[in-house]
């Protein structure tokens, strides 16, 4: 499985947070009590949220909704994220990051894992947050859509 796209957690308590937020590892390794290295098979997507603050509060709020990719396939770096992944999804600033993870919420409601969302939606959602447009929710007739599409590709 050299395929594996990893990603490196991290809890410091009030400091620094990088977690997944959905998202189906297929392999944990436990570096120590608050680093461990979750793992993703080519082709699943995951929510990456990284956080950070200093005594004055938050510092970074950050999003990223990835697609984990084969070695032989063109990938973006992100820190803490090896080799890169397919970036579906960017935000930074609290602001935005709550956005996101409202769209998360939404999909969640309709019964559909976010990692299973069609990830023409998250670039969606990536391209409405860029220009300051109303983000539109997810739908199970996207979704519907969606599967339609896969089973036609396969």
């Known amino acids: 499985m050299t395929d594996l796209t990893h990603v490196e957690l991290l809890w410091l308590e009030k400091q620094i947070e990088r977690w997944i ?15 461990r290295v979750l793992s993703f098979t080519p082709g699943s997507t995951f929510g990456f949220v990284r956080w950070a603050a200093n005594d004055h509060g938050t510092i970074a709020s950050r999003i990223d909704i990835l697609r984990a990719v084969r070695s032989s396939e063109a990938c973006a770096t992100i820190p ?8 579906l999804l ?37 391209s409405r947050l ?6 539109r ?8 859509a969606w599967l339609l599409r896969q089973r036609l590709e396969s």
């Open 21 to 35: 937020r959905f998202g189906r590892p297929v392999d944990e390794r436990i570096l120590d009590r608050r680093r």
């Open 80 to 87: 803490y994220v090896r080799p890169g992944a397919d970036i």
């Open 90 to 126: 960017r935000a930074s600033g609290w602001a935005k990051v709550k956005h996101v993870l409202q769209m998360i919420d939404i999909v969640e409601a309709l019964g559909v894992d976010p990692a299973d969302a069609a990830p023409d939606y998250w670039r969606h959602v990536h």
């Open 130 to 135: 860029a220009v300051g447009e109303a983000l």
């Open 137 to 144: 929710p997810y739908t199970m007739a996207r979704h519907k």
